[in-house]
Nanobody, 123 residues
Framework: QVQLVESGGALVQPGGSLRLSCAAS????????MGWYRQGPGDLRDLVAA???????TYADSVKGRFTISGDNAKNTVYLQMNKLKPEDTAVYYC?????????????????WGKGTLVTVSS
């Protein structure tokens, strides 16, 4: 059974930084691909960043150069470091994991979702 718990969401000013954490259990962490997603009010859930089991990363165009995804195998945790935050980054952020990279990148409808963590960027 896979369990994922997101944390770290907060209210932050534009231009500020925040780090989200996703703690995983019930999986061999290093054998899974991980992704961060976000969903604003009335919007679809979009992929923000992904990291493969081998450490390769990919980012949505809107966050390139500002966000960094990373993983810590010893802690079974994936992080999303968010810098230079903008009001349009405001959303509920979710993480997910799958042994198939295609599912992470294109199969959001096939995954179960937790509660996420709310990030609000406002002055």
């Amino acid at each position: 059974q896979v369990q994922l718990v997101e944390s770290g969401g907060a209210l932050v000013q534009p231009g500020g930084s925040l780090r989200l954490s996703c703690a995983a259990s019930g999986i061999i962490f290093s054998n899974y691909h991980m992704g961060w997603y976000r969903q604003g009010p009335g919007d679809l859930r979009d992929l923000v960043a992904a990291i493969t089991s081998s450490g390769s990363t990919t980012y949505a165009d809107s966050v390139k150069g500002r966000f960094t995804i990373s993983g810590d195998n010893a802690k079974n945790t994936v992080y999303l470091q968010m810098n230079k935050l903008k009001p349009e980054d405001t959303a509920v952020y979710y993480c997910n994991a799958d042994p198939s990279l295609a599912t992470i990148l294109y199969g959001m409808g096939d995954m179960d979702w937790g509660k996420g963590t709310l990030v609000t960027v406002s002055s």
